[in-house]
């Protein structure tokens, strides 16, 4: 069993950064594929950045490139997401996930092995 904690969410002007941590927990946290999918009111989840279970493969959704960083610590169970630059479309509550498959992760907004509960991010104009 794994469960995932999402941390860091908060308030924050526009052009502003924020750093989201993932807790991972359960004996086979580090064997996952990890990604962040958002979903803001009234809107589909949709998917943000993914990384490999060992770190070396990273993915972003167009609209984030160049602006967010995905990153994880298997010695700390932890996954990062870094957001530098945030506009007010990035407001959103972020969500963790897990899969076996990256691919998986990449693909599809639903369906991962296992969830986060989501954190809050609002960026202010």
């Known amino acids: 069993q794994v469960q995932l904690v999402e941390s860091g969410g908060g308030?924050?002007?526009?052009?502003?950064?924020?750093?989201l941590s993932c807790a991972l927990s359960g004996r086979t946290g580090r064997s996952y594929a990890m990604g962040w999918f958002r979903q803001a009111l009234g809107?589909?989840?949709e998917f943000v950045a993914a990384i490999s279970s060992g770190g070396f493969s990273k993915y972003y959704?167009?609209?984030?490139?160049?602006?967010?960083?995905?990153?994880?610590d298997n010695a700390e169970n932890t996954v990062y997401l870094q957001m530098n630059s945030?506009?007010?479309?990035?407001?959103?509550?972020?969500?963790?996930?897990?899969?076996?498959?990256?691919?998986?992760?990449?693909?599809y907004?639903?369906?991962?092995?296992?969830?986060g509960k989501g954190t809050l991010v609002t960026v202010s104009s």
């Open 11 to 19: 308030l924050v002007q526009a052009g502003g950064s924020l750093r």
């Open 43 to 45: 809107k589909e989840r």
């Open 61 to 72: 959704a167009d609209s984030v490139k160049g602006r967010f960083t995905i990153s994880r």
């Open 86 to 107: 945030l506009k007010p479309e990035d407001t959103a509550v972020y969500y963790c996930a897990a899969d076996k498959s990256v691919a998986t992760i990449t693909r």
């Open 109 to 115: 907004n639903d369906g991962m092995d296992y969830w």
